[in-house]
């Protein structure tokens, strides 16, 4: 059983020998220049305003979830738009669009609760 995965053990050293090799290599044969602009974070070529420590509105975090989480869900319709000629061909096509009709009728449900308590409007 150790046989089979010798392949990906030495290909795991290899890796790591490669990553170490370079990291070695740019230590001892890079410049090393000190410069009061190198430890400052890099804004765009602006120079940088305020903390970076600054602290958001829970409506940002908000809205931020309900867009992964409505983006996903879009994922699945994709999918299932992808596979619905297939569900047509073997006969479970009615059933199928049944399953994905009530999924969509949750999503606007849940669009609609989301827009009702104002957790689509910015400027609260």
Do not use: Q
Request: proline letters at 2%.
């Amino acid at each position: 059983m150790v046989e089979s995965y010798l392949p990906v053990l030495i290909l795991f050293v290899m890796v790591v020998a490669f990553a170490f090799a370079n990291m070695a290599l740019s230590e001892l044969g890079g410049r090393k220049r000190k410069n009061v602009g190198k430890g400052e974070p890099y804004e765009c070529g602006m120079e940088p305003e305020g903390n970076a420590r600054l602290r958001l509105s829970i409506h940002f975090y908000l809205v931020a979830v309900l867009f992964i989480l409505f983006d996903v869900e879009s994922v699945f319709l994709v999918l299932w738009a992808v596979g619905a000629r297939s569900f047509a061909e073997t006969g479970v096509g009615v059933f199928v669009f049944a399953e994905i009709a009530a999924f969509v009728g949750l999503l606007a449900l849940a669009l609609a609760y989301v827009w009702r308590k104002g957790g689509l409007e910015w400027d609260r």
